[in-house]
């Protein structure tokens, strides 16, 4: 069973940046399938970034050119670069891994994982 502890969210103003990170145990880093979801108040969850066991990455349109995701397999961790916030970007942040293959295009789809952390808060303002 992977656990995950999400960490880095706060208050920021608009155009400010952050560093969200996201510690896996329980199952080796490097052969994760791992990704960010986020969600507003009142909104649906929305995958706003997708990495696969190489390295691959997805991004959803809104997010793309500002956000960046990683992976440190040595640290089991996964990070979210997020830049250029804007209000819109306001919502907890989750992170999500699935310990078998995911297809590059449903990296960003919720019912390809399993094992969520419980969430960061991101606000900007």
């Known amino acids: 069973h992977v656990q995950l502890v999400e960490s880095g969210g706060d208050s920021v103003q608009a155009g400010g940046s952050l560093r969200l990170s996201c510690v896996a145990s329980?199952?080796?880093?490097?052969?994760?399938?791992m990704a960010w979801f986020r969600q507003a108040l009142g909104k649906e969850r929305e995958g706003v970034a997708g990495i696969d066991s190489d390295g691959r990455t997805t991004y959803a349109d809104s997010v793309a050119g500002r956000f960046s995701i990683s992976k440190d397999n040595a640290k089991n961790t996964l990070y979210l670069d997020v830049n250029s916030l804007k209000p819109g970007d306001t919502a907890i942040y989750y992170c999500a891994a699935a310990p078998r293959r995911v297809v590059l295009w449903l990296l960003r789809t919720e019912g390809s994982y399993h094992n969520w952390g419980q969430g960061t808060q991101v606000t900007v303002s």
């Open positions: 329980g199952f080796a880093g490097s052969n994760l399938y």
